[in-house]
């Protein structure tokens, strides 16, 4: 890392847009270890709440770098020209459902109708329990965790989750239907976004091996240094608990951080599926940063 920070170059602040929740342990050690300070960074983690909040904030400026879903580079509203630096796990995409089969009354909680997780959600439906359902079904409500809040207030039946919430909410009495790796095993769920000027930038290269080499750490570390981690930022143990399985599990931590081009087109290929009239605005791997394209 030190060969990647030009000789008297002062310390650099970025600001970086995150969803809150348990897929953020890696940056949480790389922060709480000192691994960011000692690479010349000085990370600050800005949590949104819902996928129109983060890419209006990227919009805006207001971040320099953003862990969000690869389906945000193929809806065309990001501006500064986004490309994926790094691709990461945050554990299966999980539908989960107030017990009993699914009906076609059903009202399913999303972030937003025309998202990926929207897009897992439908074809889990149809391609699982033979159940499809249609864009009309689907409520907004925000980010993960509002949409695990809203479950038991009957304002919706069913939605998408990842670790923890979907362990939690398996707990609370809300079974789980399916996941993605029943529908998409190809598809991300995480990568980093940074803007295509700055993806070769030395800030840029530090911050994704510092978080590459946080998150080997933790994964040789096994589930007591995932829990530690976690705990430190003040995480309630139920919820640091049933994380664990999930970022130690298939598409959580061990995650190849290569972008593949096969990644980003499972993605692309749910949704054409779900959005017939969509066309990307380029080739894929324009979307892809210098170095990740395999």
């Not at 907004?140 to 909410?169: E, M, N, S």
């Not at 933790?218 to 994380?243: C, T």
């Not at 999930?246 to 959580?252: H, I, K, R, S, T």
């Amino acid at each position: 890392m030190s060969a990647l920070r030009p000789p008297g170059e002062p310390v650099r602040q970025l600001t970086v847009g995150v969803f809150p929740g348990a897929g953020n342990v890696h940056l949480y050690h790389a922060i709480d270890s000192g691994l960011f300070q000692q690479a010349g960074l000085e990370v600050n983690l800005m949590q949104v709440v819902s996928s129109d909040q983060q890419m209006a904030g990227w919009n805006d400026d207001d971040y320099d770098i953003m862990h969000t879903s690869p389906d945000h580079l193929l809806r065309g509203v990001l501006k500064r020209d986004p490309v994926a630096v790094r691709a990461e796990g945050i554990g299966e995409l999980a539908v989960h459902r107030r017990p009993g089969a699914p009906l076609p009354t059903d009202r399913w909680a999303v972030d937003n109708a025309r998202s990926a997780f929207a897009f897992v959600l439908r074809a889990v439906l149809a391609d699982v329990v033979d159940r499809p359902v249609s864009e009309d079904q689907l409520v907004p409500v925000g980010g993960t965790l509002q949409r695990f809040q809203a479950l038991p207030t009957d304002a919706v039946d069913g939605t998408t989750l990842h670790p923890p919430f979907d362990v939690l909410a398996a707990e609370q009495g809300f079974p789980r239907v399916g996941g993605h790796l029943q529908v998409a095993p190809d598809l991300i769920t995480n990568v980093v976004v940074s803007p295509r000027e700055t993806a070769t930038a030395w800030h840029t290269r530090v911050y994704t091996e510092v978080c590459r080499m946080s998150t080997e750490e933790l994964v040789s570390s096994g589930s007591p240094g995932i829990e530690a981690a976690l705990l430190r930022r003040g995480l309630p143990e139920a919820a640091v608990r049933a994380a664990v399985p999930g970022l130690l599990g298939p598409a959580g931590l061990s995650t190849s951080p290569e972008m593949t081009l096969r990644g980003i087109e499972a993605v692309a290929g749910l949704r054409r599926r779900f959005d017939p009239d969509w066309q990307p605005a380029g080739p894929l791997r324009s979307l892809i940063g210098p170095g990740q394209e395999r």
